[in-house]
């Protein structure tokens, strides 16, 4: 679990592509306050972005919480969402693969932007994305 | 529990703490490990007391056997306090050698009141004299280990200091900036390369930028697709990117790895990639006989 | 729709995006550009988007179909203002944005559309 050690500072709903825009700018602020460098942020926040949007688009809504953790060295992301789940993870994570409506490179490229990924999904039931992003490149 | 094979050691610094200190200041002194100009007399004091009471307590817990071990968990607390004794008088412009012999006065202090006290007993004189030189030897030769540590934390700090130096963007004339890539080109690094190179065009307003390959050793395909990324970054800000000292060889390396550079334009020099610059910003150079005749017109 | 707005100078459509921009405005913003192209006849169009603070593969794949629709109604697009850390982050995601031309500001892109003459007054 990439999260352990982290401490929950916010808790948002996705319901509409409103709410994405909110989540980026939550957790850029997040980042920002903690002092981070700005193109860390860049990549991160476009990571949450796509997951974010994914778990609405694909997983019809869900909730994205945020983590900071002790020394403010990384920041983390926990979007849940209730949908049909991903039937093929690998096939997902490839650039070019989408079952609806995107470019497809959105769960690959936020993995690639993001310093530790994880996925899980469970066939009915949703999908879980875990992902940290660095304050510093050191 | 086994004894302390410096019971009388033990029992010096027990019963006259206060004397030890005095005396081992004193002898500091007189060794010429004495800065006042860098520390005060207090500092000094309160740092060489929070040594012996660390040295009590390791000897007590820790010198059993005789097998003395400066690594051992008994002289954590000692190898803390001098660890962060050395760092803040070097901090300050003491020399190791200086912090050395601070901590090696106090064998004077220890000979002489074991001397005292064991007048009777030569054998067991002898014995602790040993093992308290040893002791005091292996301290003063960890606070050289420590400064070496620092220096060397120092050095690496400077290395990457030198790194972000060996890869400058120069501003080659109006809005034309070039980048002479040297050496090897691994992620890190071409990832700062990028992002230096990317700020210098919105703080000079570059259009046209020259990455120059002469002085890279070898171009692999991670090599080549970082060019070729940095390319699409700098096209993606506005700016048109040209790179340049491609060698024959490298060219046939490129086409054998199937590195396609796509629109990406490349120059076998920088000159040929400097003449396309300028004239991409309208300016062209000219031998001055010939720029006489143009203004003559 | 108030997360963009379109300005017109020398015939060439100028818009600019703004920082917390949502999915469903900028799929506003594409229906209302391409009404506009049509409505004015505009030759070219720059899109501004220095205060975006991320440009995702949303964001990425709009910006290139509005460049595609342009091109069909006969308008050049500049995509312009990019910000360093930004472009970095879409070289890493794949997305080189070919079709689009792009230049460091808004001015930049008016004077070159000038010498392509895709302005009004290069154009009469």
Redesign the interface.
Known sequence: MILKGGRRIALLDLV???D??IA??RV?DAMAKRGCR??M???F??AV??IA?NAIVHGGGGRLAIYEFPGNRKIGIECIDEGPGIADVEQAMT?GFSTRD??G??LG?AK??SHEFEIETHGETGTIVRMTGLQN?R | MPETNLKTVLDILKDDETGVLTDWIEQADEDGAKRSDLFSEREERDQAASLLRAFRSGVRDGYRDGDFDLEDDYWADLRGILAEITYERVERGVLPSEMASFVLSLKVTMFERLKERLKEEPDRLVNEILLVTKAIDAFAIYTTEVFIREREQVIERQRDEMLELSTPVVELWDKVLTLPLIGTLDS?RA??VM?NLLEAIVAKQAEVVIVDITGVKTVDTQVAQHLLRTAAAVRLMGAQCIVSGISPKIAQTMVQLGVDVGEVKTRSSIRNALTDALTAVGVAILPIERLDRVTAK | MNAASIYSVEGILLVSIRA?????DIIDLQDVLSQRIADTGARGVVIDIAEL??????V??VLAQVTSISKLLDAETYVVGM????A??LV????YLPGNRTALTLSHALARMREDGLTDDSAG
């Open positions: 509409t592509d409103r994405v825009a980026r700018r850029g700005e193109l942020q860049t990549r926040v476009t972005s796509e949007r650039d995107s470019l490179r959105g490229g690639r932007l490149t | 890190l990832q700062e992002e | 917390d921009i949502a999915d469903s603070d991320i440009v995702d593969t949303f990425g794949r910000r360093p850390a930004v970095m982050t890493e995601l794949g997305m």
